[in-house]
């Protein structure tokens, strides 16, 4: 069992910076890959990064690759999202999740635990 709660989102301008957290509880942390998702008012809950356990391997959308970094502290039970550069179009809810597996993907499906979210806008 892993309990996830996000922090870190706000109001930002466009261009600006942000990093969300995800405190994670549980033994099986460290085991779990990890993952980023967000869901914009009428939209879909979509995949936006993902870490395997180890940290070692990571996975981006495509309209995030140079922007957004993902990583992973297994020694403090913890996932990050350093967001740079943002874009009015990545306003959204994020959510944190894992996987009761080391490696990760891209559909929602495939992640067995969910943090509760945290909203992040970016003004134009």
């Known amino acids: 069992q892993v309990q996830l709660v996000e922090s870190g989102g706000g109001l930002v301008q466009a261009g600006g910076s942000l990093r969300l957290s995800c405190a994670a509880s549980?033994?099986?942390?460290?085991?779990?890959?990890m993952g980023w998702f967000r869901q914009a008012p009428g939209k879909e809950r979509e995949f936006v990064a993902a870490?395997?356990?180890?940290?070692?391997?990571?996975d981006y959308l495509d309209s995030v690759k140079g922007r957004f970094t993902i990583s992973r502290d297994n020694a403090k039970n913890a996932l990050n999202l350093q967001m740079n550069s943002l874009k009015p179009e990545d306003t959204a809810v994020y959510y944190c999740?894992?996987?009761?597996?080391?490696?990760?993907?891209?559909?929602?499906?495939?992640?067995?635990?969910w943090g509760q979210g945290t909203q992040v806008t970016v003004s134009s």
């Open positions: 870490i395997n356990w180890s940290g070692g391997s990571t």
């Open positions: 549980g033994r099986t942390f460290s085991n779990s890959a």
């Open positions: 999740a894992a996987r009761s597996g080391r490696y990760f993907g891209r559909s929602r499906d495939s992640y067995d635990y």
